[in-house]
């Protein structure tokens, strides 16, 4: 058996330069094209279309109450995509805390940044083949694409704290989220072009088809920009390495390890449950807004598309411009103001008329203000709770309900779509993520919980 031991830094690591934060910001950029244009935009109507195919409904019914049967489970076509989340979600709980525990022993970060980033983007590109009624190779595909995608953004963000100190974290991570939303919202804006430009009204194939390559078209977006911070990023000593025997092996002993004393920080934990509870609920409404608005509102893709680019752009804004008031007013309060006007955004949602493409669109321009801030901020919060070394463990739990991964949020859409048949009640059983994150969140002795970590508070909380 191997043994472990902590390694002495007989010198503290270098300061991060700009090129190195650049090259950290460049993969946000790289990664946010399957969160926005996979997951958010084509890939719920895209995959339940294909469900429904599966399922003996016709290529563009306005309706459609049929069912599959993937190994022999009854699932309703228009919950496949909520499960299906919901799975790949239930999936990382067990794949990103060790991915967190080896990238913490590993002085090979930028390795495992690559080897999960790029099967990530080939299971995107794989996409080309889920043609006529292949739902479950589209299934299978989404499962490791996101999967693969969460274990990327925990090396990714345990990074963070070797960027910046306690005062500085909060601009580096909303820079980078900011960028994260320009590259999305970039790419989104080219598939926009190419759906406008090739579309032909009534001809579904062909939609259903533009569909796919933009899907395809994230995972080489993802895999070629991948490349920047596989450049710029530097290499520092692992806090704590193995003296022989699997990496892999010692980072589940470590994991372990790790599980067992995290009662020595209730209110790290405290922070993390409330986060795990409102950032749900986050990427619930990111993952299915498409999915509401072309089944339950019934608008076209082409509206659906300028609403996502309009948040798109406006997040880069509010990213920056949320992170500026946490300079003011603490990252804790700018948090807990963005869950109120998250819980207007649902109560808003939910009162939408359908085919009418005006009102959506403000209210994606609404929540493009608020998605990018609560989330960067909240990243960057949770960089001071954590034990020094312990970074990619924390993150990986910390992603278990972040960027996509979500779980509760989706099963809670699907069971109740399936016993009610109505999307809109369906986002109404969302508010409570929004609410009981908000009173968790309120619960958190912020600086205490700082200070119990070992860490130093920033001067404005």
């Known amino acids: 058996m191997a043994e472990t031991v902590s390694v002495p830094v007989t010198s503290a690591p270098p300061p991060s330069t700009r090129r190195e934060r650049t090259g950290w910001y460049f993969y946000d950029w790289a ?10 935009v084509f890939l719920g109507p895209f995959l339940t279309t294909v469900t429904e195919l599966a399922a003996g409904c016709e290529l563009g019914a306005d309706a459609c109450d049929g069912d599959v049967h993937p190994f022999g489970i009854t699932i ?50 794989g996409m080309v083949f889920v043609t006529g009624d292949r739902y479950l190779l589209g299934g299978a595909l989404f499962l490791v694409a996101n999967i693969a995608f969460g274990a990327s953004v925990v090396v990714y963000n345990s990074f963070l704290p070797q960027l910046g100190g306690p005062d500085d974290r909060d601009g580096i991570s909303s820079r980078g989220w900011a960028l994260g939303y320009l590259g999305g919202g970039l790419l989104l804006a080219l598939n926009l072009v190419v759906v406008t430009m090739f579309s032909v009204e009534g001809d579904h194939q062909r939609t259903l088809d533009l569909a796919r390559w933009s899907i395809v078209s994230a995972g080489v977006w993802w895999a070629l920009f991948t490349l920047v911070p596989l450049r710029w990023l530097r290499e520092r000593p692992a806090a704590e390495a193995s003296t022989g025997g699997n990496l892999l092996t010692d980072g589940f002993r470590q994991l372990v390890r790790t599980v067992r004393g995290l009662k020595a920080y209730p209110l790290t934990l405290f922070f993390l449950l409330a986060f795990l509870v409102f ?33 798109q752009f406006l997040a880069f804004g509010g990213a920056l411009l949320l992170g500026a008031l946490a300079k003011r007013i603490g990252a804790w309060k700018t948090v807990l103001l963005s869950l109120v006007l998250w819980t207007v955004v649902i109560l808003a949602a939910f ?45 990986g739990f910390y992603e278990i309900s972040d960027k996509g991964t979500s779980w509760l949020g989706p099963l809670a859409f699907g069971v109740v779509f399936q016993l009610t048949n109505s999307y809109r009640v369906g986002l ?18 912020i600086r205490r919980a700082i200070v119990a970590a070992g860490n130093t508070p920033p001067r404005v909380l």
Do not use: C, W
């Not at 990664?31 to 958010?40: C, D, G, Q, Y």
């Not at 999915?291 to 300028?306: C, F, P, S």
């Open 31 to 40: 990664m946010s094209a399957f969160s926005t244009t996979v997951i958010t």
């Open 76 to 125: 309703a076509a228009g919950s496949y995509f909520p499960y299906l989340v919901s799975l790949s979600v239930f999936l990382t709980v067990f794949v990103l805390p060790v991915m967190g525990a080896v990238a913490d022993r590993s002085a090979h970060k930028k390795r495992l940044l690559a080897g999960a980033a790029f099967i990530g983007a080939l299971a995107t590109i």
């Open 351 to 395: 009162r939408l008329p359908a085919e009418a493409p005006v009102p959506f669109m403000i209210l994606g321009a609404g929540i493009g203000l608020v998605l990018g801030g609560s989330q960067a901020l909240s990243r960057s919060l949770f960089s001071q709770l954590i034990p020094a070394g312990k970074e990619g463990e924390y993150y």
């Open 279 to 311: 950032n749900d609920g986050i990427q619930t409404v990111i993952a299915l807004a498409s999915q509401y608005g072309t089944e339950e509102l019934r608008l076209e893709q082409t509206t659906l598309i300028v609403t996502i680019l309009l948040v």
């Open 428 to 445: 109404v059983s969302l508010l409570i993520f929004f609410v009981v994150g908000f009173v968790l969140l309120l619960a958190v002795p």
